[in-house]
């Protein structure tokens, strides 16, 4: 059975059901609408046992699942539970109320865990995502430039001197100092541009389906007049945030990088572009002697052909 359930206040106010008798049907059905819960019969013509959860876990990702089983067995439950399911009810014991508090308490546990897995990926000072979502985001968009021949830019942010503010000002300033300088550039920022804090002062942003490096430049550019322009007042400092940007850009269907090796190009960049003062930004270059800047060699990677300062 697909459910759909109107919950208000935690009460069921109304339910419609949908019946299906093979799992062939419930997968067509699930991926042409969406229901709030799944009531499974392990016991299909067309699928039996455990393997059935799988089949309707990928036919609808998000989806709770209540197991109704005619097998009292708890290995089974606790295997079916394994497999993805959010509760297992044996059908000699399930009566109407059991049912709808099972299916009940799925949807809540879901959307719990997926509040959980969302807060997971998301840096708690800046609220902004972190590591782990950069690194799903750009191994993502590296496989979706492979695949449609489109390129995806990388910029690598790191703070000019913020060691100092630390030092000078102390770790709550220096906070919100994170804050509000992640603030002004998100503003820079499109709906669609991924901009995530790495940890520390480091920051990135992720652009895909970028037509010519100039869209990453102009994307640098407005980062730098920005804060270039402010002045970030804290208690009572008056602080002027600069930054140092390294930029690579992937093109699709040329050549097929690694997240990582992506990452250590605009670092590369990044650092070249501090090594000039800062406030500016770098592009990195795959053409350029290994012998350009000695200072870069610890990280194995081609330097630079010119540094790009702003004003």
């Known amino acids: 059975m ?7 206040q935690y009460k ?13 049907e419930t997968e067509q059905i699930l991926k042409e609408r969406s229901f709030d819960a ?16 799988g089949r309707v876990r990928k036919a609808a990702i998000n989806t709770p699942i209540v197991i109704l089983s005619s097998e009292n067995n708890d290995d089974l439950a606790v295997e079916a539970i394994k497999s993805g399911a959010q509760d297992f009810l044996y059908k000699g014991a399930a009566q109407g109320l059991t049912v709808i508090r099972s299916v009940r308490y799925a949807i809540e546990r879901t959307k719990a865990e997926r509040k959980l897995k969302s807060l ?12 782990s979502a950069y ?32 030092d000078t000002h102390g770790h709550q300033v220096g906070d919100q100092f994170l804050i509000e300088v992640s603030r002004m550039v998100q503003q820079t920022l499109r709906n669609s541009d991924f901009f995530a804090r790495l940890g520390g002062d480091e920051f990135v942003i992720v652009i ?43 093109q699709g269907g040329v050549n097929n990088p690694s997240p990582e090796l992506l990452m250590r190009k605009a670092d590369v960049a990044m650092y070249h ?14 053409s350029t002697n290994l012998d350009r800047s000695k200072s870069f060699e610890r ?6 052909d010119s540094v790009i300062p702003l004003g």
């Open 135 to 166: 690194l799903s985001q750009i191994a993502m968009g590296i496989g979706r430039a492979a695949r449609y021949h489109t390129n995806i830019g990388l910029l690598l942010m790191d703070l000019d001197k913020f060691k100092h503010i630390n």
């Open 38 to 53: 799944v009531i499974l019969d392990l016991t299909l013509p067309d699928s039996y046992g455990l393997s059935t959860i």
């Open 12 to 24: 069921l106010i109304h339910i419609n059901i949908t019946r299906t008798t093979s799992i062939a």
């Open 208 to 250: 895909e389906s970028i037509a010519k490096i100039d869209e990453l430049q102009s994307v640098a550019d407005k980062i730098l007049n920005c804060l270039r322009n402010s002045i970030i007042s804290i208690e009572t400092h008056q602080l002027k945030p600069s930054v140092s940007i390294g930029i690579t850009l992937f």
């Open 299 to 304: 990280f194995q990677s081609p330097p630079f």
């Open 273 to 286: 572009s501090k090594e000039q003062g800062g406030n500016s930004y770098q592009l990195f270059s795959e």
């Open 2 to 8: 697909l459910l759909a359930a109107n919950i208000q």
């Open 120 to 131: 997971a990926k998301r840096d708690s000072l800046t609220q902004l995502p972190n590591r």
